[in-house]
């Protein structure tokens, strides 16, 4: 009879959770079949003309938004579009992590992950390639699936910093590129592009021309002066790189301006909270934490515009110490929109694909932006005159 009993309880567990799921699954869904319909935006600034992609199972969103970034910039500057190799981006940056890695005693996590100036160290040294010329797919897969190599790397660095010999030898690195070869492919020396032959050097000088001193990443935290460089201190800041401070209210302000000019933003956010929706593909700050909600509001959470929570510089400064804002995802702002009641939202590109209600694009409200940004890449000539002389640029 006990074990009857227990059985009838775990069906019971078993049910009773599945009805939750589907309860939660159930708001969700009818959320976004109402999302769409429930706000109106319209287009006031479109600066984007790349195709959305997809990262697959990979943490190369820095290098998928800091990439559409270029490919935008080329576009800007009268040039035609190039798809630039995201992976090619990444890879490098994995040499460059491996040896910061090594250097440190494995005092830098290792993973995907990296930020946006991250791009522009990597196409400064390493130059750039066009995707047909490097796919990073080298063992029958159509996406992006790093786990195994990643855990594979990772357990090999770990090895080489415990230092068995007393002495490292020469050939760790070398290691850590062949089995980059292996999953990824090897790096061609040189290839052919539109019928004339580059090498990545070349390619980066001659068909992309971007210099990269030209661009600049900003942030807004409590912890530094601002207007000064800083420091960015989040874990996956491993090539330690600076970024400029500026208060809260004037990242909008630099954004705004770059766009009316007819420059796009790179953008590193928080993607965590439960107002962020791939899905509905909308990003808002509701008067609520998603946790305080009743059932209906968080059913009604994206059934239109509502009123947003204030964003100061202090809740902003506490979301960052306290871990409720975290660095998780790179995404590309390239245009403006207006909502129904005239309410500005930025129009962002994603590197998920395209299966959300905004086919692979979302809309983010400038608080969502002030609250969740952790920085963004910016050329130098779209800042305001006033920021860019605070800046000393």
């Known amino acids: 009879m006990k074990i009857k009993a227990l059985f009838v309880f ?12 589907n309860l939660v699954n159930s708001l969700k869904q009818n959320a976004s079949d109402s999302s769409k319909q429930k706000f109106q935006f319209t287009t006031k600034i479109d600066l984007e003309d790349s195709p959305v992609k997809n990262q697959g199972s990979s943490g190369t969103c820095w290098s998928y938004s800091g990439n559409s970034y270029l490919e935008s910039e080329m576009f800007r500057m009268g040039k035609p579009f190039v798809d ?24 830098i996590p290792w993973g995907d992950g990296a930020e946006l100036h991250d791009v522009l160290q990597v196409y400064k040294k390493y130059g750039a390639m066009p995707y047909e010329a490097y796919t990073g797919l080298n063992y029958g ?8 190599m990643q855990a594979m790397i990772e357990g090999m660095l770990k090895a080489i910093v415990e230092n068995k010999n007393g002495k490292l030898t020469p050939n760790w690195l ?21 019928g004339k032959e580059y090498t990545p050097h070349t390619f980066a000088k001659e068909v992309v021309g971007i210099q990269a001193d030209d661009y600049i990443e900003i942030g807004s935290f409590a912890y530094a002066k601002e207007y000064e460089p800083t420091m960015l201190m989040v874990p996956d800041n491993w090539s330690l790189q600076p970024l ?21 933003v790179a953008w590193a956010t928080d993607v965590s909270e439960k107002y962020f929706s791939w ?49 998780d995802h790179g995404m590309h702002i390239v245009g403006l929109a207006h909502d129904q009641y005239n309410k500005p ?12 209600d905004y086919k692979g694009y979302l809309y983010a409200s400038k608080a969502f932006f ?3 940004t952790i920085a963004f890449l910016v050329h130098k000539d779209a800042l305001p005159s006033g920021i860019r002389k605070k800046l000393k640029l």
């Open 174 to 194: 070398p290691a850590i590129n062949a089995v980059l070869d292996i999953y990824l492919g090897k790096i061609p020396e040189k290839f052919k592009y539109n």
């Open 244 to 264: 400029y401070n500026v208060p809260m209210n004037e990242m909008t302000e630099i954004v705004d301006h770059a766009l009316n000019k007819g420059y796009s």
């Open 84 to 107: 630039i190799s995201e992976i090619y981006t990444a890879r490098c940056a994995y040499i460059e992590r491996a040896i910061n890695y090594v250097r440190m005693h494995g005092g």
């Open 10 to 21: 775990l069906i019971g567990q078993f049910l009773m959770v599945n009805a939750q799921d």
């Open 279 to 327: 899905k509905n593909g909308v990003a808002i700050v509701p008067p609520k934490e998603f946790e305080d909600m009743s059932d209906d509001e968080k059913a009604k959470l994206f059934d239109g515009p509502k009123e947003e929570r204030q964003i100061t510089a202090q809740v902003r400064a506490e979301s960052f110490d306290n871990y409720t804002t975290t660095d």
């Open 370 to 372: 002030n609250y969740k």
């Open 141 to 148: 897969t159509t996406k992006n699936k790093f786990g195994e």
């Open 345 to 356: 939202y930025y129009i962002i590109k994603n590197s998920w694909g395209d299966k959300n």
